[in-house]
């Protein structure tokens, strides 16, 4: 009898053993899951940040080719009117010499 007594206690001992490593194992595992949670939601925070710097990325290099077109624009009328300015220059050079 004593001898089942003393088998049962170890069973017992064992039994608590098994319950205190599940339970830690249980806390384990409820922290890396807040982990992975809070891991989620710093991806899913920086891919809005991402997407957002894209659209800003994208909408100023749409204003920048404007602009290059704006000022290739600006050049050429530029330089028609000073065209225009020397040819009218040099009719007027010729009419006071004529």
């Known amino acids: 009898m004593s001898a089942v007594r003393g ?13 205190q490593e599940r339970a830690n194992l249980d806390h384990q595992m409820r922290s890396l899951n807040d ?3 809070t891991k989620d939601e710093l991806i899913s925070k920086l891919n809005k940040e991402k997407k957002h710097i894209q659209e800003v990325n994208s909408k100023a290099s749409e204003e920048l080719a404007a602009a290059d077109e704006k000022v290739a624009h600006l050049s050429m009328v530029k330089n028609k009117l000073e065209q225009t300015l ?6 007027r050079a010729q009419e006071v010499w004529a």
Do not use: W, Y
Request: charged share 45%.
């Open 7 to 19: 088998d049962c206690s170890d069973l017992e001992v064992q039994v608590q053993k098994v319950e």
């Open 86 to 91: 020397d040819d009218l220059e040099v009719r």
């Open 35 to 37: 982990d992975i949670q």
